[in-house]
């Protein structure tokens, strides 16, 4: 099971600024739940809490107010119930690609032939059999992404969470790690949370879109498209993702609650 709930969920930061202290509210009051084996895709403008909601999931910031709970259990920092990938691949430099799978492995207790079998198979699932000896810096980006993937399905956690994986590759890099993320999350079957700026990658990726505003969820989308999307260009083709994307373009560029207050007093 792979559940995620999220109940009315703030996140205040005290910054200073020219000497003077200010509250920042990353997130107001977020309220959404993950199915177990759904992939949900986070998207808004910059700064408007999607990476800070997808590391209080992940335990690595607590919220002001609120809860977040996998399979009902309230989370209480990190857990290898949960894995995640950041925006850079963040791999240990002196380390192989299977040196920094198996370094997660052993973090979690596993050993011997079971570390190497586990670590050789998650490699085998992103494509890196035959690169497994490389270190990080005689890796292609899209490569170092995978050995990031690998890394974090290694621990076998329930939830995958994603910040903007692919947001530093090339296109043609992008698009094969799009299509090789939807083969490996129907093959695992892992619920996945996904940040991305990227309107196409959320609709072509997910299976409901959380648009956030202003630290807010301002619309969740279904997208109904057929699954398993294996023909990506037949899916960018369908009339059904156009319209999803147009329905998602329209909900970023209405008017947020803060324009429209200020329209109000004007």
């Known amino acids: 099971m792979g559940e995620v709930t999220l109940t009315n969920v703030s996140k205040r930061f005290n910054i200073r600024i020219d000497g003077q202290v200010q509250k920042v509210n990353a997130l107001s009051h977020v309220a959404f739940s993950v199915a177990d084996g759904e992939l949900v895709a986070l998207i808004g403008p910059s700064g408007c809490g999607k990476t800070t909601a997808l590391r209080i999931i992940m335990g690595l910031e607590t919220p002001t107010t609120g809860q977040v709970s996998v399979d009902g259990v309230a989370i209480n920092g990190c857990g290898y119930d949960r894995g995640i990938v ?51 810096y005689q890796l292609s980006g899209g490569m ?95 009339a059904a993702y156009a319209d999803l994307r147009f329905r998602l373009w329209k909900s970023l560029h209405a008017p947020s609650v803060s324009t429209q207050k200020l329209e109000s007093v004007n």
């Open 144 to 238: 170092q992404q995978r050995v990031g993937i690998a890394r974090a399905l290694a621990i076998d956690p329930k939830v995958l969470l994603m910040d903007e994986p692919f947001g530093a590759l090339d296109a043609q890099t992008r698009e094969q790690m799009q299509g090789e993320l939807l083969e490996i999350q129907a093959r695992t079957k892992k619920t996945v949370i996904f940040v991305t700026h990227d309107l196409d990658e959320a609709v072509l990726l997910a299976d409901r879109v959380v648009v956030m505003r202003d630290g807010r969820v301002s619309e969740i989308l279904n997208v109904d498209l057929p699954r398993p999307r294996t023909d990506i260009e037949a899916i960018r083709g369908m």
């Open 86 to 136: 950041f925006q850079h691949a963040e791999l240990l430099p002196w380390l192989t690609a299977y040196e920094n799978v198996a370094f997660a492995l052993e973090m979690k207790g596993v050993r011997g032939a079971v570390l190497k079998d586990t670590a050789m198979r998650y490699l085998d699932l992103v494509g890196l059999t035959k690169s497994v000896n490389r270190r990080p």
